[in-house]
């Protein structure tokens, strides 16, 4: 098991930036991939970009450019840097890791965007 806890979400303008973390209560190192949703009000849950153990990234198409997903093992926490913040970012965004058959979800922090 793992506690996945999301924090830095809030409201902010368009164009602003933003970076939100993804503590876990434990080690990372065996999380075969961890990545960041996100869902916006009356919307399914979508992927926005993912890490692999290797290092692979991978983004929507809607946030290529402007957000960077990155990781840290010392501290056990994962991070998704947003820059150029829109309106059609607004949404609550979801911490994810998989392990193995396992998948672990955070709780959701809230971002706004106000255009």
């Known amino acids: 098991q793992v506690q996945l806890v999301e924090s830095g979400g809030g409201l902010v303008q368009a164009g602003d930036s933003l970076t939100l973390s993804c503590a876990a209560s434990r080690s990372i190192l065996s999380m075969n991939t961890m990545g960041w949703y996100r869902q916006a009000p009356g919307n399914q849950r979508d992927l926005v970009a993912t890490i692999t153990s290797g290092s692979t990234t991978t983004y929507a198409d809607s946030v290529k450019g402007r957000f960077t997903i990155s990781r840290d093992y010392g501290k056990n926490t994962m991070y998704l840097q947003m820059n150029r913040l829109q309106s059609e970012d607004t949404a609550v965004y979801y911490c994810?890791?998989?392990?193995?058959?396992?998948?672990?979800w955070g709780q959701g922090t809230q971002v706004t965007v106000s255009s």
């Open positions: 994810n890791a998989r392990e193995l058959s396992y998948v672990y």
